[in-house]
Antibody, heavy 124, light 112 residues
């Protein structure tokens, strides 16, 4: 079955850190760019970060730059998001998402596969 | 950054009637090198992740019913549901991927 499964969310105090993980199943993980997208409670979608398939180029939203680090382990089909200096406004469901097309075909951050998300709550 | 603006915020349509959602981008998402509009549409039901409906502005994703269609080019786009079904009640988002990805604010579709 083709799926993404996130884990690692939870309650953390402002200024704290958390590491999210996303396990990929059923597709050739190392041929796709991957992204993290978040959704604050009752709000819209916000792209957070993405990472290329193999060369590991990374990109970040201004709102998280310098605080979050995206990484991947292609040997384990795993995607990660290390989050530090967390703020109340980082409270959201964090989804990992797969690009629709393989990176070798075209860079295309339309997402055809999403995990169910993991909730991050930043509160004292 | 490209700002995506959707309208309306919410929409109530009778079963079997047409629903139309518009999305405007603050700059063109048409790539001159391949003549493709880097615009996608998603459906999100409560408690679920988004689901890809349309990519390249008008290409229907695998398994998506043909009552869903996308159109437009440049900065102005439309998602249409030709005959609304009960299972189409959801929030719909547009997204550009021409540049750093960004999403519209969403349109909630309900049954009238």
């Amino acid at each position: 079955e083709v799926k993404l499964v996130e884990s690692g969310g939870g309650l953390v105090q402002p200024g704290g850190s958390l590491r999210l993980s996303c396990a990929a199943f059923g597709f050739t993980f190392n041929t796709y760019a991957m992204s993290w997208v978040r959704q604050a409670p009752g709000k819209g979608l916000e792209w957070v970060s993405d990472i290329a398939d193999s060369d590991k180029s990374t990109f970040y939203a201004d709102s998280v730059k310098g605080r979050f680090t995206i990484s991947r382990d292609n040997s384990k089909s795993m995607l990660y998001l290390q989050m530090s200096s967390l703020r109340a406004e980082d409270t959201a469901i964090y989804y990992c998402a797969k690009d629709y097309l393989p990176a070798a075909v075209m860079k295309s951050h339309a997402y055809d596969l999403w995990g169910r998300g993991t909730m991050v709550t930043v509160s004292s | 950054d490209i700002v995506m603006t959707q309208s309306p915020d919410s929409l109530a349509v009778s079963l079997g009637e047409r629903a139309t959602i518009t999305c405007k981008s603050s700059q063109s998402v048409l790539h001159s090198s391949n003549n493709k509009n880097y615009l996608a549409w998603y459906q999100q039901k409560p408690g679920q992740p988004p689901k890809l409906l349309i990519y390249w502005a008008s290409s229907r994703h695998s398994g998506v019913p043909d009552r869903f269609s996308g159109s437009g080019s440049g900065t102005d786009f439309t998602l249409s549901i030709s005959s609304l079904q009960a299972e189409d009640v959801a929030v719909y988002f547009c997204q550009q991927y021409y540049d750093t990805p960004s999403f519209g604010g969403g349109t909630k579709v309900e049954i009238k």
